[in-house]
């Protein structure tokens, strides 16, 4: 057979999936990007697991979307706007229930202080508060919130617009979180004046964490100059909406926006509502670094050591970042292969899983972790808890999966810096391509180098001052004979 025609045949062969036959995947390889933004290959950490959809899991249910994904008490709740209702799934992501009409604790319909029924309408977002063993759901239609049992699912209240609510934000909850405190935050599409912040009791607190927009240097340069009556007609600048939130082990909230004149685009807001996200200057948490493409966040999910994954719906892609602002994985699928999105709604961490939601597409992704996947996420949770030797052991199988993985040289660096062998240090961070931390390796390095070679920087400094000594008492006493002689 000619060769042309061996490899013409070569490039019609399907990819192999990776784990062929385990699980249904979406592609053999992911990528990430190196110090310079370039886009490598590498071996993907999640493979798509399972599909939930109405040909499945939610086969008994009407389904006309997923809107939001929350997970707690061993069990993953999906939000259907459309058809106002809370499916709920356990463990083994069987069916479990689909909450719509609402009832008490002693099993009737429950209703509201008119008398009518309390039904779901239009609700965005859920959440489940563990401490608590509370569902919150944000029941946007209806401008409320609706608190039910984590077990049971009956309803245990309803909190309405606060009385002493300020500001001009209409109370349509659309995303919502509860902190430790049992302190509940909850986003409104649209609204400017911040995240609402409401105590236990359903009181409003405060606005929490306004977004600064970004400064438009004409702009400011003829408002400056511009009259009152030309200010007033100039188009106002409001701060940029919060599109959602989520909230990590140690009560920081989360939260994204799409909004083009946002400074970020991801949060990691403190109890003084600062972002305190952490990023590498080199590579922002933005998505891809494609010219002319930006990410379009839609929701956020942080697990309890500090990883997050953020789903762009301009690319349908899923960016896992570690608590440092690392980028960890891509999770990618082509158009018109499964695990792909047409319009990405929601991501939610379950156990080890991770969920992606496609409203369009009525359905859930259901990601498990590959081999390569699992190593890494562990090593990313022994670094998050100060167990260095324990992460590096993992990171050196790792890069024995793929030698490509410049986060593993880098993680693999800071272990050996910390230990004081700044050489191999510096030769891991190298190949890791990462500037900050080898700059530190060298500076350590060459200080210990002077140090232990101290004595001889001292000898050859003595011997340089005798010989510069010497030839200034040699050259005197020779001036000293020559005008003695001429006298």
């Known amino acids: 057979m000619p060769f042309f025609v061996l490899l013409l045949l070569l490039q019609q062969m399907p990819l192999l999936p990776y784990n062929a036959g385990a699980r249904e995947n979406t592609r053999r390889y992911d990528y990430t990007y190196d110090f310079w933004g370039i886009a490598e290959e590498s071996t993907p950490a999640f493979t798509l697991d399972r599909t939930l959809d109405k040909n499945g899991a939610l086969s008994r249910v009407n389904l006309s979307g997923v809107d939001d994904a929350a997970s707690g008490g061993g069990k993953l709740f999906l939000v259907d706007s459309a058809e106002s209702r809370l499916n709920i799934l356990n463990e083994k992501f069987e069916f479990v229930s689909s909450l719509k009409l609402l009832y008490t604790s002693e099993g009737r319909i429950a209703l509201d202080e008119r008398g009518r029924q309390i039904t779901l309408t239009g609700p965005e977002g859920v959440f489940f508060h563990k401490k608590t063993n509370e569902i919150f759901i944000a029941d946007t239609g209806a401008e409320r919130i609706l608190v039910l049992d984590g077990e049971k699912f009956f309803l245990k209240r309803v909190i309405n617009r606060p009385v002493n609510m300020t500001g001009v934000t209409k109370f349509e909850p659309s995303k919502i979180v509860v902190d430790h405190a049992n302190r509940i935050y909850t986003v409104v599409q649209s609204g400017f004046e911040g995240i609402i912040e409401l105590n236990e ?69 403190n109890p003084k509502g600062e972002n305190v996200l952490l990023q590498q200057k080199e590579s922002p948490v933005a998505g891809d670094f494609s010219p002319g493409l930006t990410a379009q966040f839609v929701d956020i999910a942080v697990n309890d050591y500090g990883v997050y994954a953020v789903l762009d719906r301009t690319t349908g892609r899923i960016f896992i970042y570690n608590f440092y602002g690392e980028l960890v994985s891509i999770i990618t699928a082509p158009l018109g292969i499964k695990g792909s999105f047409t319009a990405p709604s929601a991501v939610s961490w379950f156990g080890d899983y991770l969920i992606a939601a496609d409203k369009q597409q009525r359905r859930a992704y259901v990601y498990a972790m590959t081999d390569f996947g699992r190593l890494v996420m562990d090593s990313v949770k022994h670094y998050y808890n100060g167990e260095w030797e324990a992460q590096a052991r993992l990171l050196e199988e790792v890069l024995r999966l793929n030698a490509n993985y410049d986060l593993a040289y880098s993680g693999i660096g800071k272990y050996h810096l910390m230990r004081g062998d700044y050489q191999k240090a510096m030769y891991y961070l190298k190949l890791g391509q990462n500037r900050t931390y080898y700059s530190q390796a060298f500076n350590h390095y060459r200080n210990e180098w002077v140090k232990n070679n101290f004595f001889w920087f001292a000898l050859l400094f003595a011997a340089c001052l005798g010989i510069l000594v010497y030839t200034e008492i040699r050259h005197h006493r020779k001036g000293g004979a020559e005008n003695a002689a001429a006298d």
Request: glycine share 4%; proline share 3%; hydrophobic share 40%.
């Open 201 to 269: 009791n359903g009181s409003f607190s405060r606005y929490f964490g306004v977004n600064k927009p970004k400064i438009n240097i004409v702009e400011y340069f003829w408002k400056v100059f511009a009259t009152n009556a030309q200010r007033e007609k100039m188009a106002k600048t409001f701060a940029p909406a919060f599109n959602n939130i989520d909230i990590d082990e140690d009560g920081f909230i989360y939260a994204t926006t799409y909004d083009a004149n946002s400074q970020y685009m991801v949060y990691r807001l």
